[in-house]
Nanobody
Framework: QVQLVESGGGLVQPGGSLRLSCAAS????????MGWYRQAPGKQRELVAA???????NYADSVKGRFTISRDNAKNTVYLKMNSLKPKDTAVYYCNAEVSSDCVNGYLEVWGQGTLVTVSS
């Protein structure tokens, strides 16, 4: 079993910053892509940012220029640095990864349990 554990969420004032971390553990052969999604109350879960093993990134328009995704392949960890946070960024943030546990099977999509980010005065 492969698990993703997020950390770093919490309460921050508008304009502040947070860094989220997500560490993958278990039987891991390789991880292709890792990303962050978020879901606010009453809204659909949306992609925030994603990064491939080669370092290619993709960001939602709403966070471009404010958020930065990065990963440490040796640690099987992905990070999301969030700057200039706005109240609309308030959501549960979920880590996602495409993981292969061996050399013959395809990738399995794995989700973390989520970490709450609240942006408020």
């Amino acid at each position: 079993q492969v698990q993703l554990v997020e950390s770093g969420g919490g309460l921050v004032q508008p304009g502040g910053s947070l860094r989220l971390s997500c560490a993958a553990s278990g039987s891991i052969f390789s991880i292709y892509a890792m990303g962050w999604y978020r879901q606010a109350p009453g809204k659909q879960r949306e992609l925030v940012a994603a990064i491939t093993s080669g370092g290619s990134t993709n960001y939602a328009d709403s966070v471009k220029g404010r958020f930065t995704i990065s990963r440490d392949n040796a640690k099987n960890t992905v990070y999301l640095k969030m700057n200039s946070l706005k109240p609309k960024d308030t959501a549960v943030y979920y880590c996602n990864a495409e993981v292969s546990s061996d050399c013959v099977n395809g990738y399995l999509e794995v989700w973390g349990q989520g970490t709450l980010v609240t942006v408020s005065s």
